[in-house]
């Protein structure tokens, strides 16, 4: 099967893993973009000759340009936040997988789609953030949004039935539970970086491990499904299911349940968006349910992972409310991550922003942006910490003049 990508994030787990895809299948590679792992990047370029590449931080171009100066058939770089809207909207791939990490996908996203291309999506900032914006585009410009989070895709193959997805009563989105499932409040007050990153399940980059950790990762995939499949997220029920081999399920109107499983790797989704609607031999070792014995499933615990809840309340009252509740987390993380917080201050500060901020209507990208920025500065100020340092991670790359 022929196909041409452009992959955008391709350096971070999802990108290595959508190339073992790539990979596996012969299929060619237009465009990689990354922001500053300019090592896994080289790699890439000598394996996968792609025609255009973009780097997002200055000092990581300046270094992939001297490494490349004087080579044969290397390919042309782009710089930065401009760069990677210019190769995203580049007519070389029929299809873009962004996976790019935090709100910098989401311009990225909405300009390959009004550039015409499918988009497979990893990023899922993008509908949190923008949804309307990315859903609009996407019926404006008759283009395929296709979902790269596992329990987004398992729905979505859930859905394949046009006739009973008209019937569809209610999504059961699963979540893993994370590293601290069923650990009381204080029992978590002294859990660490290291303890936050040992996922019992999935390899994952660490931003997103974390969010798992505190449930934050559920509640954005929350709003991402409503987005995704036009319904309240009071018709979306989250079902802890510890091994992680059901993915998610539906539940139509005579309650009959359809689920989709396969073994905790992201290259099952990650295929099935680059070739759908079709089926093709995988990477990826089968299921075989007689290892697993029995499947286990919980109800979350709201009252300790607090992050969940935020996110609920966010999409309940809308407009850029998500989009500053996201902001928020992306900045308690990565000062997590730098052990400048602790681990419970992420939800205290992603909680009051869902609980104390305005929302306003979104209708740009800027509305989007200026919402992220405003609760970026709410937590770096939290702990007075100084806004000039502009901490990597914290203040996107979008919103630094």
Same mark, same amino acid.
């Given at each position: 099967?022929?196909?041409?990508?452009?992959?955008?994030?391709?350096?971070?787990?999802?990108?290595?893993?959508?190339?073992?895809?790539?990979?596996?299948?012969?299929?060619?590679?237009?465009?990689?973009?990354?922001?500053?792992?300019?090592?896994?990047?080289?790699?890439?370029?000598?394996?996968?000759?792609?025609?255009?590449?973009?780097?997002?931080?200055?000092?990581?171009?300046?270094?992939?340009?001297?490494?490349?100066?004087?080579?044969?058939?290397?390919?042309?770089?782009?710089?930065?936040?401009?760069?990677?809207?210019?190769?995203?909207?580049?007519?070389?791939?029929?299809?873009?997988?962004?996976?790019?990490?935090?709100?910098?996908?989401?311009?990225?996203?909405?300009?390959?789609?009004?550039?015409?291309?499918?988009?497979?999506?990893?990023?899922?900032?993008?509908?949190?953030?923008?949804?309307?914006?990315?859903?609009?585009?996407?019926?404006?410009?008759?283009?395929?949004?296709?979902?790269?989070?596992?329990?987004?895709?398992?729905?979505?193959?859930?859905?394949?039935?046009?006739?009973?997805?008209?019937?569809?009563?209610?999504?059961?989105?699963?979540?893993?539970?994370?590293?601290?499932?069923?650990?009381?409040?204080?029992?978590?007050?002294?859990?660490?970086?290291?303890?936050?990153?040992?996922?019992?399940?999935?390899?994952?980059?660490?931003?997103?491990?974390?969010?798992?950790? &505190? %449930?934050?990762?559920?509640?954005?995939?929350?709003? =991402? /499904? @409503?987005?995704?499949?036009? #319904?309240? !997220?009071?018709?979306?029920?989250?079902?802890?299911?510890?091994?992680?081999?059901?993915?998610?399920?539906?539940?139509?109107?005579?309650?009959?349940?359809?689920?989709?499983?396969?073994?905790?790797?992201?290259?099952?989704?990650?295929?099935?968006?680059?070739?759908?609607?079709?089926?093709?031999?995988?990477?990826?070792?089968?299921?075989?349910?007689?290892?697993?014995?029995?499947?286990?499933?919980?109800?979350?615990?709201?009252?300790?992972?607090?992050?969940?809840?935020?996110?609920?309340?966010?999409?309940?009252?809308?407009? &850029? %409310?998500?989009?500053?509740?996201?902001?928020?987390? =992306? /900045? @308690?993380?990565?000062?997590? #991550?730098? !052990?400048?917080?602790?681990?419970?201050?992420?939800?205290?500060?992603?909680?009051?922003?869902?609980?104390?901020?305005?929302?306003?209507?979104?209708?740009?990208?800027?509305?989007?942006?200026?919402?992220?920025?405003?609760?970026?500065?709410?937590?770096?100020?939290?702990?007075?910490?100084?806004?000039?340092?502009?901490?990597?991670?914290?203040?996107?790359?979008?919103?630094?003049?």
């Amino acid at each position: 099967m022929s196909k041409v990508i452009t992959l955008l994030g391709s350096t971070g787990s999802i990108g290595t893993q959508s190339l073992d895809v790539c990979r596996m299948h012969g299929y060619e590679v237009f465009g990689l973009s990354a922001n500053s792992s300019v090592d896994k990047l080289l790699a890439q370029i000598a394996e996968f000759h792609p025609k255009y590449v973009a780097v997002t931080d200055p000092a990581a171009f300046d270094r992939l340009s001297a490494a490349l100066a004087g080579q044969t058939g290397a390919p042309k770089l782009l710089k930065g936040a401009d760069g990677l809207r210019e190769l995203a909207a580049m007519d070389g791939a029929g299809t873009v997988l962004n996976a790019v990490v935090g709100i910098a996908g989401l311009d990225a996203s909405l300009t390959a789609i009004e550039s015409g291309h499918d988009l497979a999506l990893a990023n899922k900032e993008s509908l949190v953030t923008g949804g309307h914006l990315v859903t609009d585009a996407v019926k404006k410009h008759g283009v395929h949004l296709l979902p790269v989070d596992s329990e987004h895709s398992a729905i979505f193959q859930c859905l394949q039935d046009q006739h009973s997805a008209k019937t569809l009563e209610k999504i059961l989105l699963t979540a893993s539970g994370g590293p601290f499932f069923g650990m009381s409040t204080e029992e978590l007050r002294t859990k660490t970086k290291a303890d936050a990153l040992k996922h019992p399940n999935w390899n994952m980059g660490a931003k997103i491990t974390i969010d798992s950790a &505190t %449930l934050m990762n559920k509640g954005l995939e929350l709003i =991402e /499904a @409503a987005w995704l499949f036009g #319904l309240p !997220e009071d018709k979306i029920q989250i079902v802890v299911q510890r091994e992680s081999i059901i993915h998610s399920a539906v539940q139509f109107a005579d309650h009959s349940i359809i689920a989709q499983l396969g073994v905790p790797d992201m290259r099952i989704p990650i295929q099935y968006a680059l070739t759908y609607p079709r089926r093709f031999p995988s990477p990826v070792k089968q299921l075989n349910l007689a290892d697993w014995q029995k499947l286990t499933f919980y109800a979350p615990d709201e009252e300790t992972f607090t992050c969940f809840g935020a996110c609920k309340r966010a999409i309940r009252r809308g407009g &850029t %409310l998500p989009a500053a509740v996201n902001g928020a987390n =992306e /900045a @308690a993380v990565a000062l997590f #991550l730098k !052990e400048k917080i602790g681990w419970q201050d992420i939800g205290e500060l992603v909680c009051h922003v869902a609980d104390t901020f305005e929302t306003a209507p979104v209708t740009s990208v800027e509305d989007v942006l200026e919402a992220d920025r405003k609760a970026r500065a709410y937590v770096l100020e939290r702990f007075l910490l100084d806004r000039e340092e502009e901490e990597e991670g914290i203040i996107p790359l979008a919103q630094k003049s």
